[in-house]
T-cell receptor, first 115, second 114 residues
Framework: GESVGLHLPTLSVQEGDNSIINCAYS??????FIWYKQESGKGPQFIID?????DKRQGQRVTVLLNKTVKHLSLQIAATQPGDSAVYFC??????????????FGKGTHLIIQP | DTEVTQTPKHLVMGMTNKKSLKCEQH?????MYWYKQKAKKPPELMFV???????INESVPSRFSPECPNSSLLNLHLHALQPEDSALYLC?????????????FGPGTRLTVT
């Protein structure tokens, strides 16, 4: 079954505001999490990742927070711009010790930017 | 070069046809993946190749046959598909080292089975 999920299918924000996209995961053994952005007609694009030994990681305009106690992941986008409109997926990778592992994706949140 | 390329971009095939999807990367990655994505759904893992060997098959029907001719190329051979197999097929690659998970995705092949 699916071990990563999202709370909201659509999130609408005003341009310039901050956006927060949430994700819940159920597999406590997962050790690596990624956020991807997917624009219409394109493949997923890496945004930011975080390992289970961290609780926060910052990139350019983006921050990922990991709360292992409640198995919750969030993506914060500062000063949202029209180009941020896309579907955002969280994904988890449980390192099985065998080398490369596939990713399990959450359902996705469609971020809509209002002018 | 941080690009994964996929050909063709679009493919329409009948249920009796045989076709192949191709994927290429030149990042020196040793792990390559096939995912299937239906409309408005997340990508779902199909196959994983690690160091040119098939390491994960997520119970995919045999009408999908993957092949990894070398470390830069990944093919997906299609035969006797069903209309419900219509989807976006995504290829990805990663370094393949244990515990390193970031995967780079190609733009996908939009497949329509008639």
């Amino acid at each position: 079954g699916e071990s990563v999920g999202l709370h909201l299918p659509t999130l609408s924000v005003q341009e310039g505001d901050n956006s927060i996209i949430n994700c819940a995961y159920s597999n406590s053994a997962s050790d690596y999490f990624i956020w991807y952005k997917q624009e219409s007609g394109k493949g997923p694009q890496f945004i930011i990742d975080i390992r289970s030994n961290m609780d926060k990681r910052q990139g350019q305009r983006v921050t990922v927070l990991l709360n292992k106690t409640v198995k919750h992941l969030s993506l914060q986008i500062a000063a949202t711009q029209p180009g941020d409109s896309a579907v955002y997926f969280c994904a988890e990778n449980m390192y099985s010790g065998g080398g490369a592992d596939g990713l399990t994706f959450g359902k996705g949140t469609h971020l809509i930017i209002q002018p | 070069d941080t690009e994964v390329t996929q050909t063709p971009k679009h493919l329409v095939m009948g249920m009796t046809n045989k076709k192949s999807l191709k994927c290429e990367q030149h990042m020196g990655h040793r792990a390559m993946y096939w995912y299937k994505q239906k409309a408005k759904k997340p990508p779902e893992l199909m196959f994983v190749y690690s160091y040119e060997k098939l390491s994960i098959n997520e119970s995919v029907p045999s009408r999908f046959s993957p092949e990894c001719p070398n470390s830069s190329l990944l093919n997906l051979h299609l035969h006797a598909l069903q209309p419900e197999d219509s989807a976006l097929y995504l290829c990805a690659s990663s370094q393949g080292l244990a515990g390193v998970g970031e995967q780079y995705f190609g733009p996908g092949t939009r497949l329509t089975v008639t």
